[in-house]
């Protein structure tokens, strides 16, 4: 069945930092991917997407490429904020139409200032 | 769109009492989900519809959970009787189409059983 990898967390990173979270998929065919982000006491919300291989997913400074040939659509940003601290979550639809979205367990990322 | 609506906020009861939880979803989505958030297990779909009709239920975790969606507007998720393993946060969320596109989610419902 489908399924999505991501790295355990927590994540500790000093405001400016590079952050990468990594997300593997095993999906058949050809899923649309998807990185969900969950602030402290909200909903999940959508942070990107992206529906076919080599697009790349950008919204609020966060990218993540849609990489076929590794099934990975890893999660970054050049420079974090203290405001990014959240959980993402990786996710994936295989597009049939009638299945919801299998997400990753989440990642919990902590920003410092 | 207000987004999802879900109530309560918050709830607290007492072991073997009825919990009922209430979701809105979007107008004009046609598929809605209740998913359960707690620290040991993550994110855990309970149950999903389409078009008002469950499709699965296979993550309804026993008998004691129960849901409905007796139109487009409006589900619920009840418990029966709760314990204090049932604690967590509730959420649902609906989409347009199914899982092919974005599913947005409520703020949820934090319950405790005591």
């Known amino acids: 069945g489908n399924s999505v990898t991501q790295m355990e967390g927590p994540v500790t990173l000093s405001e400016e930092a590079f952050l990468t979270i990594n997300c593997t998929y095993t999906?058949?065919?050809?899923?649309?991917l998807f990185w969900y982000v969950q602030y402290p006491g909200e909903g999940l919300q959508l942070l990107l997407k992206?529906?076919?291989?080599?697009d790349k997913g950008s919204n609020k400074g966060f990218e993540a490429t849609y990489r076929k040939e590794t099934t990975s659509f890893h999660l970054e940003k050049g420079s974090v904020q203290v405001s990014d601290s959240a959980v993402y979550f990786c996710?994936?639809?295989?597009?049939?139409?009638?299945?919801?979205?299998?997400f990753g367990k989440g990642t919990r990322l902590s920003v410092i200032a | 769109d207000a987004g999802v609506i879900q109530s309560p906020r918050h709830e607290v009861t007492e072991m073997g009492q009825e919990v009922t939880l209430r979701c809105k979803p979007i107008?004009?989505?046609?598929?809605l989900f209740w998913y359960r958030q707690t620290m040991m297990r993550g994110l855990e779909l309970l149950i999903y519809f389409n078009n008002n009709v469950p499709i699965d239920d296979s993550g309804m975790p026993e008998d004691r959970f129960s849901a409905k969606m007796p139109n487009a507007s409006f589900s619920t998720l009840k418990i029966q009787p709760s314990e204090p393993r049932d604690s967590a946060v509730y959420f649902c969320a609906s989409s347009l189409d199914g899982g092919n596109t974005e599913a947005f989610f409520g703020q949820g419902t934090r319950l405790t059983v005591v």
């Open positions: 999906a058949t065919g050809y899923p649309s």
């Open positions: 996710a994936l639809s295989d597009r049939s139409g009638n299945t919801p979205l299998v």
């Open positions: 992206a529906t076919k291989a080599d």
């Open positions: 107008s004009g989505h046609n598929s």
